[in-house]
Nanobody
């Protein structure tokens, strides 16, 4: 059974930084990919960054160069380091995991993961960036 628990959200001013964490259990790192997603009020959930078991990483253009996804398999934790935050980054952030080949291919191509390809989700952590 896959379990994902996010933490690290909060309120920061524009230009600030936050690091999100996602505690992961029930996932085989050899066959799963992991992703960070966000959903702002009134908007659809969108992919932010993803990491595959082969080490490939994909980012949304809106966060490329500002956000960094990483994972520590020994600690069973997925991270999202967010720098140079902007008010438009305000959203609920979710981590997700799946072994869907389409989910993995998206990330292997270097682009952001598609939430439709992921079936295991955490509850989310709120990030608010003020101007």
């Amino acid at each position: 059974q896959v379990q994902l628990v996010e933490s690290g959200g909060g309120s920061v001013q524009s230009g600030g930084s936050l690091r999100l964490s996602c505690a992961v259990s029930g996932v085989s790192y050899r066959s799963y990919c992991m992703g960070w997603f966000r959903q702002a009020p009134g908007k659809e959930r969108e992919g932010v960054a993803g990491i595959d078991s082969d080490g490939s990483i994909g980012y949304a253009d809106s966060v490329r160069g500002r956000f960094t996804i990483s994972q520590d398999n020994a600690k069973n934790t997925l991270y999202l380091q967010m720098n140079s935050l902007k008010p438009e980054d305000t959203a609920m952030y979710f981590c997700a995991a799946d072994d869907d080949p389409l989910a993995r291919l998206q990330i292997q191509l270097g682009i952001e993961p598609d939430p439709a390809d992921f079936g295991n989700w955490g509850q989310g952590t709120q990030v608010t960036v003020s101007s």
